[in-house]
């Protein structure tokens, strides 16, 4: 059965080392030549970013060839081109992550949401993500699967359009509301302080933390309210890392690429 996605990834386009990857992806096959590339004309350190781009009709389907044998987000009101990195984090541990991002000034808002940057646990779902509403940022929780339990809510000034913002996290996954905790940063300047659980009982118990998602990723299309096709977005990515401790991802702790 033929699936859209190779096993990993290329790596000429998606850096392994020992703080990222290995990769696969989630694309539309037919958008392979756009989806996610490398680029060098907007980058934030190093010589090249990553630039990824979703098209009306852009959907994911497991399996091309009999979607209905798994996920198809071609009959599930979603759209995406996102990258899976295939490493799930600990539970009950300091995690640290950092992604750069830029918005391009000429990004046209929409509702519904654009997930941008997920932790995903699976079959369980989600337990944290990001995403752009509109003129909004908000930051999801989900302790429940499927259920947003928590939600911080920023306006336009936070992710600005048209320059690369440093978005770093720091958080434990825990199903105990005593020992998890999600702190995010942007600049340097600290926009959450959650103390509380951070992920589902179920994914706890299996002793797996989530995996990282990157991208963009658009759901609940039904509930778009113009005519005519979605806008195509695009979205510029640079230095994804993942660590034990701040040092261990801060871009200009290492030379880029």
Same mark, same amino acid.
């Given at each position: 059965?033929?699936?859209? !996605?190779?096993?990993?990834?290329?790596?000429?386009?998606?850096? @392994?080392?020992?703080?990222?990857?290995?990769?696969? =992806?989630?694309?539309?096959?037919?958008?392979?030549?756009? /989806?996610?590339?490398?680029?060098?004309?907007? @980058?934030?350190?190093?010589?090249? /970013?990553?630039?990824?781009?979703?098209?009306?009709?852009?959907?994911?389907?497991?399996?091309?060839?009999?979607?209905?044998?798994?996920?198809?987000?071609?009959?599930?009101?979603?759209?995406?081109?996102?990258?899976?990195? %295939?490493?799930?984090?600990?539970?009950?541990?300091?995690?640290?992550?950092?992604?750069?991002?830029?918005?391009?000034?000429?990004?046209?808002?929409?509702?519904?949401?654009?997930?941008?940057?997920?932790?995903?646990?699976?079959?369980?779902?989600?337990?944290?993500?990001?995403?752009?509403?509109?003129?909004?940022?908000?930051?999801?929780?989900?302790?429940?699967?499927?259920?947003? !339990? !928590?939600?911080?809510?920023?306006?336009?000034?936070?992710?600005?359009?048209?320059?690369?913002?440093?978005?770093?996290?720091? @958080?434990?996954?825990?199903?105990?509301?005593?020992?998890?905790?999600?702190?995010?940063?942007? =600049?340097?300047?600290?926009?959450?302080?959650?103390?509380?659980?951070?992920?589902?009982?179920?994914?706890?118990?299996?002793?797996?933390?989530?995996?990282?998602?990157?991208?963009?990723?658009?759901?609940?299309?039904? %509930?778009?309210?113009?005519?005519?096709?979605?806008?195509?977005? @695009?979205?510029?990515?640079?230095?994804? %890392?993942?660590?034990?401790?701040?040092?261990?991802?801060? /871009?200009?702790?290492?030379?880029?690429?």
């Amino acid at each position: 059965m033929l699936l859209s !996605t190779a096993l990993f990834a290329d790596p000429s386009i998606l850096s @392994v080392d020992d703080h990222r990857g290995p990769w696969t =992806d989630t694309i539309d096959l037919d958008a392979e030549g756009y /989806a996610y590339q490398r680029q060098s004309q907007w @980058v934030y350190h190093g010589s090249t /970013a990553l630039r990824f781009e979703l098209r009306d009709g852009d959907c994911y389907t497991a399996y091309p060839e009999n979607p209905a044998q798994g996920w198809d987000d071609c009959t599930r009101d979603r759209e995406r081109s996102e990258v899976r990195e %295939r490493w799930n984090a600990p539970v009950d541990k300091d995690m640290w992550y950092q992604l750069n991002m830029l918005i391009p000034a000429d990004y046209t808002p929409m509702y519904p949401k654009q997930i941008f940057w997920q932790w995903h646990n699976g079959n369980n779902g989600p337990n944290l993500y990001f995403h752009l509403n509109e003129n909004r940022f908000h930051i999801d929780i989900l302790t429940e699967p499927g259920k947003t !339990t !928590t939600q911080y809510t920023f306006g336009d000034n936070i992710l600005t359009l048209g320059t690369w913002h440093e978005i770093t996290v720091n @958080v434990v996954w825990s199903n105990n509301p005593r020992i998890g905790k999600l702190r995010v940063f942007v =600049d340097g300047v600290m926009i959450v302080d959650h103390r509380g659980a951070t992920i589902d009982d179920e994914s706890y118990y299996n002793g797996v933390g989530p995996f990282v998602k990157y991208g963009i990723y658009r759901s609940h299309l039904s %509930r778009y309210e113009y005519e005519g096709p979605h806008p195509t977005h @695009v979205l510029y990515f640079d230095e994804y %890392r993942r660590g034990f401790s701040e040092a261990e991802v801060e /871009a200009f702790n290492y030379p880029g690429d």
